[in-house]
């Protein structure tokens, strides 16, 4: 149980261009979705965390305009890095919490987006 | 502001070695810990967590970790490491609805 998955798994794009990369929970509902970047052998910075139905709150630094997250249902978040750059190319991670105080979350298996 | 650090960028052991990880909290009551693995490419999973209660804390491929709230410590051992073991490790702390994470101890197994 409490599977996440992500979509695409690697995507290359142009500069300039969108892209959308999906994250589902296969079997379990989950209240709040969480988005992280890492950088080459280095730590998970959280991007954002989205609660169903409402907007994305944004960790300082992060800019909210470029990284459109949106959370429409219990099992669904997407996150759209908008007019992508080469700096942000980067593996993108995203997790769920089931809710209430269970504090765990599971991850799914990452995106490894490179803009050229 | 409430942080995790793990001191070792890098260990190497040999396999069948024993294995400890160090980590360390800093501020806050009893924290809520967390040590996952991430092998290359992959997202992370949960190996164990400490809530409360026994401080001896039992996780999935015969790791565990011990709470040490004396030394703000949270170390994860495993007696014998396999080669498989080989990944990065990360621990990490909730605090205020989000996962503080550590920067990670890359774990290199020689056979």
């Known amino acids: 149980g409490a599977v996440v998955s992500q979509h695409p798994s690697r995507v290359i794009c142009k500069s300039g261009t969108s892209v959308k990369i999906e994250c589902r929970s296969l079997?379990?509902?989950?209240?709040?979705m969480f988005w992280y970047r890492q950088f080459p052998k280095k730590s998970l910075m959280l991007m954002a965390t989205s609660n169903e139905g409402s907007k994305a709150t944004y960790e300082q630094g992060v800019e909210k305009d470029k990284f459109l997250i949106n959370h429409a249902s219990l099992t669904l978040s997407t996150l759209t890095v908008t007019s992508a750059h080469p700096e942000d190319s980067s593996f993108y991670i995203c997790?769920?919490?089931?809710?209430?105080?269970?504090?765990?979350?599971?991850f799914g298996p990452g995106t490894r987006l490179t803009v050229t | 502001a409430q942080s995790v650090t793990q001191p070792d960028i890098h260990i190497t052991v040999s396999e069948g070695a024993s294995l400890e990880l160090r980590c360390n909290y800093s501020y806050g009551a009893t924290p809520y810990l967390f040590w996952y693995v991430q092998s290359p490419g992959q997202g992370l999973q949960l190996l164990l967590k400490y809530f409360s209660g026994d401080t001896l804390v039992q996780g999935i491929k015969g790791f565990e970790a011990e709470f040490k709230r004396s030394q703000s410590s949270f170390n994860l051992r495993k007696p014998s490491v396999h080669w498989s073991d080989a990944a990065e490790y990360f621990c990490?702390?909730?605090?205020?609805?989000?996962?503080?994470f550590g920067t990670g101890t890359r774990l290199q197994v020689f056979p």
């Open positions: 997790s769920a919490q089931t809710g209430g105080y269970s504090y765990e979350q599971y």
């Open positions: 990490a702390r909730y605090n205020t609805d989000k996962l503080i």
């Open positions: 079997d379990f509902q989950a209240t709040t």
